[in-house]
């Protein structure tokens, strides 16, 4: 039984370009959150998805958006990155009627050059 | 908004020890509360948490939580670490029961053999 996973694991990337990072949940959940962990600091909340639609977000910015597919995975856009969002990207999966059981993938350490 | 503070950002402790780590919240109403566990080079686990009912949950690994309303406050416990304890600990709470977790900014444990 798969966990969650992340793709890429590393990414660099310039000020100013666009990135997407992707989730797949964990077998039998339907809904994916997103947090931003800097370094030394706790994760923060971007936003969950389920039933292909944004159901929360956190105090970030439109440049990041998110989507969910119909087999549940989802992608994280962020555009015109800035040094700022270097920081680790947690994807967690959940299922619907206990969405804050959460299951954590490894993340994927993005660095904005 | 909510808030979590977690007091101590880096705990050393001999083996053996008695671990309490402290967690608060920033104001009432009904939570649902945390504890994650970040192993060196692993994702987040979630270690235990609480819903309702009995404020002492036990989770695995012999760590036990305790709830105390009036304080806001979900400590972490453990009679007696050993050196695999050695990780980063994080109080989150819940308080819409949607999912959207807010973290404090962790304690980081290492134990002496």
């Known amino acids: 039984d798969a966990g969650v996973t992340q793709s890429p694991t590393h990414l660099i990337k310039t000020r100013g370009q666009q990135v997407t990072l992707r989730c797949s949940p964990k077998?039998?959940?339907?809904?994916v959150s997103w947090y931003q962990q800097a370094l030394g600091q706790g994760p923060q909340f971007i936003f969950q998805y389920y039933e292909e639609e944004e159901r929360q977000r956190g105090n970030f910015p439109d440049r990041f958006s998110g989507h969910q597919f119909p087999n549940y995975s989802s992608e994280l856009n962020v555009n015109a990155l800035l040094l700022g969002d270097s920081a680790l990207y947690l994807c967690?999966?959940?299922?619907?009627?206990?969405?804050?059981?959460?299951?954590f993938g490894a993340g994927t350490r993005l660095s904005v050059l | 908004a909510q808030s979590v503070s977690q007091h101590n950002h880096h705990v050393i402790l001999s083996e053996a020890a008695s671990l309490e780590l402290g967690c608060n919240y920033s104001?009432?109403?009904?939570?649902?509360l945390f504890w994650y566990v970040q192993y060196p080079g692993q994702h987040l686990q979630l270690l235990l948490k609480?819903?309702?009912?009995?404020?002492l949950v036990k989770g695995i690994k012999g760590f036990e939580a305790e709830f105390i309303k009036s304080k806001f406050s979900f400590n972490l416990r453990k009679p007696s670490v050993q050196w695999s304890d050695t990780a980063e600990y994080f109080c989150?709470?819940?308080?819409?029961?949607?999912?959207?977790?807010?973290f404090g900014q962790g304690t980081e444990l290492s134990v002496k053999p």
């Open positions: 967690a999966s959940s299922y619907k009627l206990a969405k804050n059981i959460q299951y």
């Open positions: 989150a709470v819940d308080d819409n029961q949607g999912g959207k977790l807010i």
């Open positions: 609480y819903f309702s009912g009995d404020p």
């Open positions: 077998s039998g959940h339907d809904t």
């Open positions: 104001y009432g109403g009904t939570v649902n």
